[in-house]
């Protein structure tokens, strides 16, 4: 953990132009939530772009993140949102209240902790037909996985170079991603299909064209789970 600290609060300072292969898939998020929540939570809420979308929807957003330098940029871009409360966290040690969030949003951040405790500690936290939307990058498997990333690493270019006018980030952007990147883990997508199944029956786990999956679970009114 105190790595991925380190990376976090390494890359929060770096000039990114403000564009990444997770910002492209946020209407698609926004689509599969709630249009109005009381309450929200964000795990591994980075420099807080979605957080600002759900306060745009949301009475109150929780916003969590590892990294005190994330949580600083975050607050800084979010001065105008006051309904957004950003708190630097752990959120595996975390306490989150149990049946307390209309929606709970994940991007990129899963693959960092251990995948089946905490999506049991994300289910006691979402309230009774509350949604969650966990959006993360999958690790490719087979010759299909293969030739889509063929085609994605073009268009991935492609939508740099239409929102930020240049073909790739910044050296030491590049730098520090390619250093955080060598110890991360992610999951396959059948391996995810099975952990969500067995955790989150009836979840919807879908595969993404920019190496990412997303799963999507509405929580039943009454969960009769032997693990809650
Ligand atoms: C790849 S970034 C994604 C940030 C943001 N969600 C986005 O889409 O731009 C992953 C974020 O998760 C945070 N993170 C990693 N492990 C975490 C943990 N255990 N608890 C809270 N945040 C964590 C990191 O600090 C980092 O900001």
């Known amino acids: ?52 979308l759900l306060a745009e929807r949301s009475k109150r957003v929780v916003a969590l993140d590892l990294s005190p330098n994330m949580v600083g940029v975050a607050r800084e871009r979010s001065k105008q949102f006051r309904n957004i409360d950003f708190q630097v966290a752990d959120a595996m040690t975390a306490e989150l209240p149990s049946d307390e969030f209309d929606c709970i949003v994940s991007i990129a951040t899963l693959h960092h902790m251990p995948t089946e405790p905490m999506l049991f500690k994300i289910k006691r936290a979402l309230k009774a037909n509350g949604t969650l939307a966990i959006f993360d990058l999958f690790e490719g498997e087979g010759f299909r996985d293969l030739a889509a990333s063929a085609l994605a690493l073009p268009t991935a270019v492609l939508i740099r170079l239409v929102r930020c006018g240049r073909l790739r980030p910044p050296r030491q952007v590049r730098e520090a991603w390619a250093e955080h ?40 009114e009454a969960t009769k789970d032997r693990f809650l």
């Open 181 to 220: 990147g060598r110890n991360d883990k992610y999951l396959t997508v059948s391996e995810a299909r099975r952990i969500y199944e067995e955790i989150l029956p009836g979840a919807k786990v879908r595969k993404h064209l920019l190496w990412r999956y997303s799963a999507i679970w509405h929580k039943p």
């Open 1 to 52: 953990m105190q790595s991925v600290k380190a990376d976090f609060d390494r890359i929060a300072l770096l000039e990114d132009e403000g564009s990444n292969s997770n910002d492209f898939y946020h209407s698609f998020l926004l689509g599969e939530l709630p249009p109005r929540c009381d309450s929200a939570l964000e795990i591994g809420c980075g420099t807080g772009a979605f957080s600002r």
